[in-house]
């Protein structure tokens, strides 16, 4: 009895120290096949994108690195369709994988809902299967509760879009036109379009190194929530529409998904593709992940700038001599009140071509004249060099009289020291 009790016991010590291993591997993965498919990137995607056949070909390209599913385990990227289930005014736009001839499994669902007035609401829900219950990605609503944090991870600017903003992206126009044909993707298990061919998937670490430097645009747009916000979701969708596969249920179950954890030494080789797809967001993201990022922060992250650009050196550069010279002068420098000014119209994308080289000079060297030329007595600085040079005058003439009268008088030793002493403390100026 004592046996097994022990026995028990390391196994499940063994147990718990393999599941604080793959936490340790894993960071921030759900650990399910979900992982592979970042909702937060489908949900950008469709919202740049124009109609829902162009959003199926961006999806399923090898050049975005959004799609890295292998649902089926034949270690090749599955091609992933689009299916527009339309309730009404609703838009249930399904995103599915064809696994087998036999068997679809449903990897996410688009619900678009226009209302009377005009407003458009959206969420994407990933399947359960894949991402767990209710793991959905929405906008970042304008009427949100102000003091909450949609992403307590997320540490810049929150652009939150209100349902008419929604109703203006290209895709949501196209697809609530009164010419729109309802679109169901043509494509089948064995065949797909000629212009894709499935890649080998990569693991999740380097998926993940590469997307990471994506979140500072995912969460400063979209958040987690696990509300359904269209009321027919279970009666229409859930219950009647959802495809799921029962041979991916059991590739979980087995833990046959699990082997794209195990290459964490991998994610740098993501991060190093990003950095060459993408160098201009990878030194921003740099220079979040390094706590860089008080001046980052506050520009809405869609409107993120490169760190190269000239507006963003001024303001890096001439921050540094207006720490230094308010702890100097009690005068406010006005350039520099100009320069902050400047930095804050940078945020808007068209503001920042608007840049005048030779203004960015002249501040500079306004700046530091100013600092040179200011005195704490307040003079002019040509006023106080005269005066420096009248009080030198003087005193190289109180010499000349001083040596004249030590030729004239004779006197005895410590007698011309004491006069000397005397001397220079009734030449020296006490404002000098």
């Known amino acids: 009895?004592?046996?097994?009790?022990?026995?028990?016991?390391?196994?499940?010590?063994?147990?718990?120290?393999?599941?604080?291993?793959?936490?340790?591997?894993?960071?921030?993965?759900?650990?399910?096949?979900?992982d592979n498919l970042n909702l937060y990137a489908v949900m950008k995607l469709f919202q740049e994108s124009k109609t829902l056949e162009d959003f199926e070909r961006s999806l399923?390209?090898?050049?975005?690195?959004?799609?890295?599913?292998?649902?089926?385990?034949?270690?090749?990227?599955?091609?992933?369709?689009?299916?527009?289930?339309?309730?009404?005014?609703?838009h249930n736009i399904v995103l599915q994988v064809a696994v087998s001839p036999k068997e679809n499994q449903d990897v996410a669902v688009f619900t678009v809902q226009r209302f009377q007035n005009g407003q458009v609401q959206i969420q994407l829900t990933g399947d359960e299967a894949l991402y767990g219950k209710d793991y959905i990605i929405e906008p970042i609503a304008d009427n949100a509760n102000q003091g909450a944090i949609p992403n307590p991870g997320y540490t810049g600017t929150y652009a939150r879009t209100t349902p008419?903003?929604?109703?203006?992206?290209p895709l949501v126009r196209f697809i609530f036109l009164p010419s729109y044909t309802i679109w169901h993707s043509s494509w089948y298990w064995g065949y797909y379009p000629t212009y894709w061919h499935p890649w080998r998937p990569y693991s999740w670490n380097y998926y993940s190194g590469y997307q990471y430097n994506w979140n500072h645009d995912y969460f400063g747009y979209y958040h987690r929530s696990d509300i359904h916000r269209y009321s027919r979701w279970n009666d229409f969708y859930y219950s009647n529409r959802r495809s799921y596969s029962p041979d991916v249920r059991h590739q979980i179950q087995m833990g046959n998904y699990k082997t794209t954890y195990s290459?964490?030494?991998?994610?740098?080789?993501?991060?190093a593709m990003f950095a060459k797809m993408h160098p201009d967001k990878y030194r921003k993201s740099t220079a979040i992940s390094s706590g860089n990022n008080a001046s980052v922060n506050r520009r809405p992250t869609g409107t993120m700038t490169n760190t190269n650009h000239p507006i963003v050196n001024n303001t890096a550069t001439t921050r540094r001599p207006t720490n230094s010279s308010m702890t100097n002068k009690p005068v406010t420098n006005p350039s520099g009140n100009n320069t902050i000014t400047n930095r804050r119209s940078t945020t808007?994308?068209?503001?920042?071509?608007?840049?005048?080289?030779?203004?960015?000079?002249?501040?500079?060297?306004?700046?530091s004249s100013t600092t040179t030329m200011t005195d704490k007595s307040g003079k002019s600085p040509s006023s106080h060099q005269n005066t420096v040079t009248n009080q030198t005058n003087n005193q190289s003439k109180k010499n000349v009289v001083k040596s004249s009268s030590r030729r004239n008088v004779k006197k005895t030793e410590t007698t011309p020291k004491k006069d000397d002493k005397i001397k220079e403390s009734e030449n020296k100026d006490p404002n000098h």
Do not use: C
């Open 263 to 271: 290459h964490p030494e991998q994610r740098k080789d993501g991060e």
């Open 164 to 169: 008419v903003q929604v109703a203006g992206w």
């Open 348 to 367: 808007p994308v068209t503001n920042r071509s608007v840049t005048n080289p030779s203004m960015e000079k002249s501040t500079v060297t306004t700046r």
């Open 60 to 90: 399923n390209d090898q050049n975005s690195t959004i799609n890295n599913l292998d649902l089926n385990g034949d270690n090749l990227v599955d091609y992933i369709k689009v299916i527009d289930n339309v309730d009404g005014d609703v």
């Open 1 to 34: 009895m004592k046996k097994f009790i022990i026995i028990s016991i390391l196994m499940a010590l063994f147990a718990s120290g393999n599941s604080l291993m793959a936490q340790d591997n894993q960071g921030e993965s759900l650990g399910l096949p979900g």
